[in-house]
């Protein structure tokens, strides 16, 4: 069955920069596109970045651009998301999720999330 | 940007109710929109796509409806299961965004 595992969360210092990684498995990774997506505590959903299939295209939410870069290893069926220069109000529980099918498509399978805690 | 605004925030229903949650696009979306719920401590699941299509394995009293601007998700008979906090998403463009959310507790 699909699984998508986040790791890599934790508490840093505003200013300070932390890799989250997410490992998938059950089903071909290389075929599927990827995205980014977190909630701050008690709040919403907000996009932050997707990736293509190839690594080829990606797109950053305008609160993260410049920051944040994902990327994928797509011979070790991981995504990640380098976050730098992390603000407070980065602190949230940061999903990896699937695209559905095409490129801006919706997500269907989701992991269990990574607290990132941004805070001196 | 576009921004996706829902209505209400919060709704009261009791088992076998029948509700709806409304969802409106700042700038038409064609039928790029999505349905999710969320429980407690867990991942958003996809419940619809494009608007009305139901995702696979998702029961069949849930209904998605609209397009352009406005957008509804129907619950046709309230299960316990139901009672989550459930998101719309826009996704005409590769910048993606959701609403703000509808909580639906149990009266």
């Known amino acids: 069955q699909v699984q998508l595992v986040e790791s890599g969360g934790g508490l840093v210092k505003p200013g300070g920069s932390l890799r989250l990684s997410c490992a998938a498995s059950?089903?071909?990774?290389?075929?599927?596109?990827m995205s980014w997506i977190r909630q701050a505590p008690g709040k919403g959903l907000e996009w932050v970045s997707c990736i293509s299939s190839r690594g080829s295209a990606m797109y950053y939410a305008d609160s993260v651009k410049g920051r944040f870069a994902v990327s994928r290893d797509n011979a070790k069926n991981s995504l990640y998301l380098q976050m730098n220069s992390l603000r407070a109000e980065d602190t949230a529980v940061y999903y990896c999720?699937?695209?559905?099918?095409?490129?801006?498509?919706?997500?269907?399978?989701w992991g269990q999330g990574t607290l990132v805690t941004v805070s001196s | 940007d576009i921004q996706m605004t829902q209505s209400p925030s919060t709704l009261s229903a009791s088992v076998g109710d029948r509700v709806t949650i409304t969802c409106r696009a700042s700038q038409s979306i064609s039928s790029w929109l999505a349905w999710y719920q969320q429980k407690p401590g867990k991942a958003p699941k996809l419940l619809i796509y494009?608007?009305?299509n139901l995702e696979s394995g998702v029961p069949s009293r849930f209904s998605g409806s609209g397009s352009g601007t406005e957008f509804t998700l129907t619950i046709s008979s309230l299960q316990p299961d139901d009672f989550a906090t459930y998101y719309c998403q826009q996704y005409n463009t590769y910048r993606y965004s959701f609403g703000q959310g509808t909580k639906l507790e149990i009266k």
């Open positions: 059950g089903f071909t990774f290389t075929d599927y596109h």
């Open positions: 999720a699937r695209v559905r099918d095409i490129f801006g498509d919706p997500f269907d399978y």
């Open positions: 494009k608007a009305s």
